[in-house]
C-alpha cells in the first residue's frame, strides 16, 4: 500500500525554523521526483518546492527562495522541508507528494504528482 506520512508540523514564532518530514511506503521511493505544497485556509493548494529523483535538482517558489530547502535521503524513503525565517504568511497545511519521474526532471505542476500525504500543520504567530 502506497503511503505518505508527513510530520513536524507545529505553532513556531515568526523567524523561527522547522524541519518537515515525510516517509514515503509502498513504492521504489527513488523513481519519483518529490514535492512539497501548501495549502492556507479558503486558498487553492500551491506548489513550495520539488526534488528531482536522486536529489540532483531542485526548484522553489519565489515567496520560499531563499529560506527553504527540500533534500532527500533515498535510503530513508523520506525527504524533508527546512524552513528558516519563518513568516505568518506561511501559515498553512504542508502536504509532500510523489511524481512519477525522469532522472533530472523537478515539477511544481500538482496534476503531475500521483499521490499525496495527509498533511501538517504549520501555524507561524507574529
Known amino acids: 500500500q502506497v503511503q505518505l506520512v508527513e510530520s513536524g508540523g507545529r505553532l513556531v514564532q515568526a523567524g523561527g525554523s522547522l524541519r518537515l518530514s515525510c516517509v514515503d511506503s509502498g513504492r521504489t521511493f527513488s523513481s519519483y521526483a518529490m514535492g512539497w505544497f501548501l495549502q492556507a485556509p479558503g486558498k487553492e493548494r500551491e506548489f513550495v518546492a520539488t526534488i528531482s529523483r536522486y536529489g540532483n535538482r531542485t526548484d522553489y517558489s519565489d515567496s520560499v527562495k531563499g529560506r527553504f530547502t527540500i533534500s532527500r535521503v533515498n535510503a530513508k524513503n523520506t525527504v524533508y522541508l527546512q524552513m528558516t525565517n519563518l513568516k505568518p504568511e506561511d501559515t498553512a497545511i504542508y502536504y509532500c507528494?510523489?511524481?512519477?519521474?525522469?532522472?533530472?526532471?523537478?515539477?511544481?505542476?500538482?496534476?503531475?504528482?500521483?499521490?499525496w500525504g495527509q498533511g501538517t500543520q504549520v501555524t507561524v504567530s507574529s
Open positions: 507528494a510523489a511524481a512519477p519521474a525522469s532522472y533530472y526532471a523537478t515539477t511544481s505542476k500538482t496534476v503531475q504528482y500521483h499521490d
